[in-house]
């Protein structure tokens, strides 16, 4: 379980921090992602959602401007 003080007055929760392209912008600075790109993206965001919550975390902020995707643009992610 990451660290976290759900007690707090403002509770909160670390989780790790994995360097990667932001999704907005991505998106803003390449265009329109191709369509082989999708399923690999959203395979990924559940991914991350299913081991945050097999921890108990719940991410209440899932937007493209906090979502990361790895890999070069263009190219598939790893």
Known sequence: MPPADP???RPW???EYIPA???????????PLP???VPSIAAGVVRAL???HAEGVIHRD???G??????ARGQPPP
Do not use: H, N, Q
């Not at 392209?21 to 265009?31: E, I, K, N, P, Q």
């Not at 906090?66 to 890999?71: H, S």
């Open 21 to 31: 392209l932001v999704l907005s912008d991505l998106v803003r600075d390449a265009g």
């Open 35 to 37: 369509a082989w790109a």
């Open 7 to 9: 007690d707090a007055p």
């Open 50 to 52: 299913l081991a945050l």
């Open 62 to 64: 899932v937007k493209p």
């Open 13 to 15: 929760t670390a989780v």
């Open 66 to 71: 906090v979502r990361g995707r790895r890999g």
